[in-house]
């Protein structure tokens, strides 16, 4: 289980943070990782794990495809916990075909996209509670089809839709999400005009 931490240590180590936030959640992670090594894959840590988003585009490059939690009751983008699961790009890819019924997402790039830490907040889970801790959050650039048929995934979303980017905030009621998709939008047109 070292070994992981070591591999996520240089996955953080080779990502180039954009702004301020990221300079400072980059350094915030690797101390979690170097601290909980055995654990920062599990959801047995209950102060601080790995997630995994993937931020899904259109081949147009110009709509995102979005899930309404439960949970949040906000349109955002699709991902879990890594579970165990170091191959965390490939993680990305199974939740965004499971939480939106698409049956094909690809990577934009294989590289690390942002990096966050983001609050979740304490709340019922299948009849569970759970207490309030940080995700550490690896995202990533995922590409897929428009004319895919969608599907929710009813124990975790309650819709799937594409929505233009310039539309992200009137649907999405997190505010402190808005910037994290601003910056995505933002590696995408990199993409786009590459």
């Not at 690797?30 to 209950?46: G, H, Y």
């Not at 988003?53 to 081949?59: D, T, W, Y």
């Not at 959050?137 to 979303?157: G, H, M, R, V, W």
Request: net charge negative; hydrophobic share 40%; glycine share 6%.
């Amino acid at each position: 289980k070292r070994g992981l931490a070591v591999q996520f240590l240089k996955e953080l180590y080779h990502y180039l943070p954009i702004n301020e936030q990221e300079i400072s959640d980059k350094k915030a992670m690797s101390l979690m990782i170097e601290k909980f090594p055995d654990t920062i894959l599990l959801r047995d840590n209950t102060i601080a794990h790995i997630a995994v988003s993937g931020f899904i585009v259109n081949q147009t490059y110009d709509k995102t495809l979005m899930i309404h939690h439960n949970i949040y009751q906000s349109w955002g983008w699709t991902g879990g916990h890594a579970d165990g699961d170091s191959n965390l790009l490939q993680v990305a890819i199974k939740e965004a075909k499971e939480e939106t019924g698409i049956s094909q997402a690809a990577p934009l790039t294989n590289s690390l996209a942002g990096i966050d830490i983001l609050p979740v907040f304490s709340h019922m889970k299948q009849g569970k509670f759970v207490n309030t801790h940080l995700h550490l959050c690896f995202s990533y650039l995922l590409i897929a089809d428009e004319s895919e048929t969608l599907q929710y995934k009813p124990d975790e979303n309650s819709g799937v839709k594409w929505l233009p980017f310039s539309q992200i905030s009137n649907y999405c009621s997190e505010a402190h999400m808005i910037p994290v998709y601003e910056k995505l939008i933002q590696k995408v047109k990199y993409y786009a005009n590459k």
